[in-house]
Structure formats: structure tokens, C-alpha cells
């Protein structure tokens, strides 16, 4: 079942993925460095989105999509969204730019330099254009690393 049809069941509008995803899809070969970062970018902040455009009605559904995503990508994207997703809160804080209520963002720290250099690269993703989060270049001023 494609992610398409899971949202169609699942009552959530599959346009806005749909468009997401085509603002970048074709920039970087597949399993490449690059795709990897932005293929874990993009799927945690897809997540991200519809558990708030479902405001959480729908976590069990997408968590099972993510688990499915998970299960079928190649083992750098698994190591990288697992390292993001399940980081301990003990190892960061958000900084006071990014104020109550602070959703859950595993994404941010695809876009944030430190996180990033830590877990072995150079870059960060390219942040969405299309969002239902403001827009951020870089997560650096709102996710402060615990040492």
C-alpha cells in the first residue's frame, strides 16, 4: 500500500505530502549521502505534520507508517532517522527562541550543525518549503546540545 493510500484511510489529505515531496524528490540520486539525510528529513517532518493536522488523532497510524518506511529503506537511513528519533531528552533542550508549546520535532535536528557534524556529516538537509511549521533555514538557534 503506497503512503498515498495509507493517508487516504487514514482520513488525511495526501495532496500536501504529495506536493512536499515533489519540491525535492529528483535533486539527489537515491542512497546517496545526500538523499539519505533529506529522505530522513522529509519523512520526519511528513510525521510530524499529520500527527499535528490530526492533532495526534492519528499517531497510531503514522507511527505504523513510519515503522513500515523504516523496514523498507537501506541501513543509513535507518541508523540516521533512528539516531533523531529516538534521541534522549537528556542530550538537548529547546533554547528560549522556540517557546511553549513545543511539539514533538524530531526533524529539527536534520537541520541543525552540530546534531549533524556528531553523527558523521558535513551538511544539513534542505529545509521544506512547504510547511505547516514555519519555514527554518538551520534548528542551531533552537535545539541547544547537551554535552
Request: with cysteine.
Amino acid at each position: 500500500m503506497s503512503l498515498t493510500s495509507n493517508f487516504i484511510i487514514s482520513g488525511i489529505c495526501p495532496l500536501h505530502v504529495k506536493k512536499m515531496r515533489e519540491d525535492w524528490t529528483n535533486q539527489y540520486s537515491k542512497n546517496s549521502l545526500e538523499w539519505n539525510v533529506n529522505e530522513v528529513y522529509n519523512t520526519l517532518a511528513q510525521f510530524e505534520e499529520f500527527i499535528d493536522y490530526s492533532n495526534g488523532s492519528k499517531e497510531e497510524d503514522m507511527l505504523f507508517w513510519l515503522r513500515e518506511k523504516y523496514e523498507k529503506e537501506n541501513d543509513n537511513f535507518k541508523k540516521l532517522l533512528k539516531e533523531a528519533f529516538l534521541i534522549k531528552q537528556s542530550e538537548w533542550k529547546y533554547t528560549e527562541l522556540y517557546g511553549p508549546p513545543w511539539p514533538d520535532r524530531p526533524s529539527l535536528f536534520l537541520i541543525h550543525n552540530k546534531w549533524m557534524k556528531k553523527n558523521g556529516y558535513d551538511f544539513i538537509a534542505d529545509p521544506l518549503e512547504k510547511s505547516i511549521f514555519p519555514i527554518i533555514e538551520t534548528s542551531d538557534d533552537i535545539i541547544e546540545l547537551l554535552d
